[in-house]
């Protein structure tokens, strides 16, 4: 499977700013999903963002899906730093074997 | 949510010996697995898709004979690297997958992952 791509591969902000990830894909979807990993540690998933919907809010989380551009950005409203973490974007494709392609993930660091 | 454990959390090894992982729901049935390897600072690469009762499917470049699957019974999955060396050395972590549960937006349910190094 074609992994997507996210950017920017890492991002530092300062406690309280906002941090934007983006995520862009190959495939038609059925929907899009958002993960979280802390360093060496399993996946917690996000948010799901269904193919025909374009906006999603889950508490500080802010997501959005463009499938004409094959694209979905995350946004997190004042970061804290314990939202330092990798963040990775994956999609479940239109006809596929139902297995997630995960893009290639942010590496997000909230310095206190 | 359903839960899937997997078994060992980390392990290490000489290399040429074989490893096997377990990966289980706890909760539910789960009549697919997938099977993904992360490297250090890279992100998750599908390997298998394991189906309950039959042969898993394996994604281009995943040596089936390196990489055994085996899947009998709606609650386990075992992935068996065999003969491993270094570069084998990896994070693997399984999904499963209950159509019952999944619904419309094919939920799935990960696993806290295995640590395996390869010495």
């Known amino acids: 499977s074609q992994q997507g791509e996210e950017d920017p591969q890492a991002l530092s902000i300062q406690e309280g700013e906002n941090a934007t990830m983006n995520c862009s894909y190959k495939t038609s979807i059925n929907n899009l999903q958002w993960y979280r990993q802390n360093s060496g540690r399993g996946l917690v998933h996000l948010i799901l963002i269904r193919s025909n919907e374009r906006e999603k809010h889950s508490g500080r989380l802010r997501v959005t899906l463009d499938t004409s551009k094959k694209s979905s950005s995350l946004l997190i409203t004042a970061s804290r730093a314990a939202d330092t973490a990798s963040y990775f974007c994956?999609?479940?494709?239109?006809?596929?074997?139902?297995?997630?392609?995960f893009g290639s993930g942010t590496r997000l660091q909230v310095q206190p | 949510g359903a839960v899937v454990s997997q078994h060992p959390s980390w392990v290490i090894c000489k290399s040429g010996t074989s490893v096997k992982i377990e990966c289980r729901s706890l909760d539910f049935q789960a009549t697919t697995m997938f099977w993904y390897r992360q490297f250090p600072k890279q992100s998750l690469m599908l390997m298998a898709t394991?189906?309950?009762?039959?042969?898993?499917?394996?994604e281009q470049g995943v040596e089936k004979d390196k990489f055994l699957i085996n899947h009998a019974s709606l609650t386990l999955s075992t992935l068996t690297v065999t003969s491993a060396h270094p570069e084998d050395s990896s994070f693997y972590i399984c999904s499963a997958r209950d159509p019952g549960l999944a619904g419309r937006n094919n939920e799935q349910f990960f696993g806290p992952g295995t640590r395996l190094t390869v010495l």
């Open positions: 994956a999609t479940d494709a239109k006809g596929g074997r139902r297995a997630l392609t």
């Open positions: 394991s189906n309950e009762g039959s042969k898993a499917t394996y």
